[in-house]
Protein backbone atom coordinates (compact mmCIF):
# COMPACT_ATOMS: atom_id res chain seq x y z
CA UNK A 1 0.00 0.00 0.00
CA UNK A 2 0.85 3.40 -0.79
CA UNK A 3 2.56 5.84 2.25
CA UNK A 4 -0.07 8.63 2.40
CA UNK A 5 3.13 11.23 2.99
CA UNK A 6 4.13 9.62 -0.83
CA UNK A 7 0.66 10.42 -2.37
CA UNK A 8 0.75 13.85 -0.20
CA UNK A 9 3.79 14.82 -1.49
CA UNK A 10 2.68 13.69 -5.58
CA UNK A 11 -0.24 15.61 -4.87
CA UNK A 12 1.63 19.18 -3.57
CA UNK A 13 3.84 18.62 -6.80
CA UNK A 14 0.87 18.52 -9.10
CA UNK A 15 -0.87 22.22 -7.36
CA UNK A 16 2.42 23.23 -7.64
CA UNK A 17 3.13 22.58 -11.04
CA UNK A 18 -0.23 23.61 -11.98
CA UNK A 19 0.07 27.12 -10.74
CA UNK A 20 3.50 27.61 -12.09
CA UNK A 21 1.52 26.55 -15.68
CA UNK A 22 -0.89 28.95 -15.14
CA UNK A 23 1.48 31.68 -13.87
CA UNK A 24 3.93 31.68 -16.83
CA UNK A 25 1.54 30.61 -19.61
CA UNK A 26 2.24 34.08 -21.03
CA UNK A 27 -1.00 33.95 -23.08
CA UNK A 28 -1.12 37.71 -25.19
CA UNK A 29 -4.51 37.68 -26.26
CA UNK A 30 -5.34 39.68 -29.88
CA UNK A 31 -8.49 41.07 -31.80
CA UNK A 32 -6.45 40.26 -34.99
CA UNK A 33 -3.51 38.19 -35.65
CA UNK A 34 -1.25 39.52 -33.66
CA UNK A 35 -0.49 38.35 -29.81
CA UNK A 36 -1.95 41.64 -27.83
CA UNK A 37 -5.73 42.88 -27.54
CA UNK A 38 -7.23 46.64 -27.28
CA UNK A 39 -9.83 46.18 -24.91
CA UNK A 40 -12.68 48.78 -23.84
CA UNK A 41 -13.65 48.64 -20.14
CA UNK A 42 -17.30 47.99 -19.56
CA UNK A 43 -16.90 47.90 -16.14
CA UNK A 44 -14.64 47.50 -12.87
CA UNK A 45 -16.01 45.35 -10.11
CA UNK A 46 -13.06 45.96 -7.17
CA UNK A 47 -12.18 43.37 -5.01
CA UNK A 48 -13.62 39.99 -5.60
CA UNK A 49 -13.80 37.25 -3.11
CA UNK A 50 -11.49 35.57 -0.40
CA UNK A 51 -7.90 36.36 -2.32
CA UNK A 52 -9.13 40.13 -2.98
CA UNK A 53 -9.04 39.73 -6.95
CA UNK A 54 -9.35 42.86 -8.89
CA UNK A 55 -11.75 41.80 -11.86
CA UNK A 56 -12.71 44.33 -15.10
CA UNK A 57 -15.22 42.93 -17.84
CA UNK A 58 -14.17 44.58 -21.05
CA UNK A 59 -17.09 45.52 -23.64
CA UNK A 60 -17.39 41.73 -25.22
CA UNK A 61 -18.02 40.60 -21.69
CA UNK A 62 -14.84 39.00 -21.67
CA UNK A 63 -13.61 38.78 -17.56
CA UNK A 64 -9.81 39.74 -16.63
CA UNK A 65 -8.43 39.58 -13.37
CA UNK A 66 -5.66 41.91 -12.27
CA UNK A 67 -3.69 40.56 -9.91
CA UNK A 68 0.04 40.37 -8.61
CA UNK A 69 1.92 37.89 -10.08
CA UNK A 70 5.33 36.59 -8.11
CA UNK A 71 6.64 34.43 -10.42
CA UNK A 72 7.08 37.45 -13.18
CA UNK A 73 8.00 39.71 -10.29
CA UNK A 74 4.61 42.15 -10.92
CA UNK A 75 3.57 43.43 -7.33
CA UNK A 76 1.59 46.23 -8.67
CA UNK A 77 -2.03 45.36 -9.29
CA UNK A 78 -3.45 47.77 -6.80
CA UNK A 79 -1.60 50.37 -9.37
CA UNK A 80 -2.72 49.28 -12.52
CA UNK A 81 -6.22 48.27 -11.29
CA UNK A 82 -6.30 52.27 -10.66
CA UNK A 83 -5.10 52.84 -14.15
CA UNK A 84 -8.07 51.39 -15.68
CA UNK A 85 -11.50 53.83 -15.88
CA UNK A 86 -14.77 52.53 -17.29
CA UNK A 87 -15.54 53.81 -21.28
CA UNK A 88 -12.00 54.02 -21.98
CA UNK A 89 -9.97 52.02 -24.35
CA UNK A 90 -6.92 49.87 -23.63
CA UNK A 91 -4.10 47.44 -25.19
CA UNK A 92 -3.64 44.98 -22.40
CA UNK A 93 -0.95 42.06 -21.94
CA UNK A 94 -2.15 38.78 -19.96
CA UNK A 95 -0.75 36.22 -18.66
CA UNK A 96 -3.13 32.76 -17.76
CA UNK A 97 -5.71 31.06 -18.88
CA UNK A 98 -9.70 30.98 -18.17
CA UNK A 99 -10.28 28.38 -15.85
CA UNK A 100 -14.45 27.89 -14.69
CA UNK A 101 -13.63 25.41 -12.44
CA UNK A 102 -10.75 26.88 -10.27
CA UNK A 103 -12.28 30.36 -11.14
CA UNK A 104 -8.86 31.37 -12.60
CA UNK A 105 -8.78 34.58 -15.19
CA UNK A 106 -6.26 35.93 -17.22
CA UNK A 107 -4.42 38.33 -15.70
CA UNK A 108 -3.67 41.09 -16.75
CA UNK A 109 -0.42 42.79 -16.54
CA UNK A 110 0.50 45.54 -18.79
CA UNK A 111 -1.61 48.55 -19.69
CA UNK A 112 -1.34 51.34 -21.85
CA UNK A 113 -4.69 53.37 -22.77
CA UNK A 114 -5.13 54.30 -26.66
Same mark, same amino acid.
Given at each position: ???????????????????? /???????? *?????? +???? *????????? $?? +??????????????????????????? /??????????? $??? $? *????????????????? *??????
Amino acid at each position: MVEFSTVLTLLVIIIVGCAV /AFSLSGAV *ISVTVS +EEKN *ITIQEKLGA $HG +ENGMYLVIDTEDNVYSVEDNYLLGSFD /ASNRYAKLKSE $HNY $H *IKTVGIRNTFLTWYPNI *IEIKEI
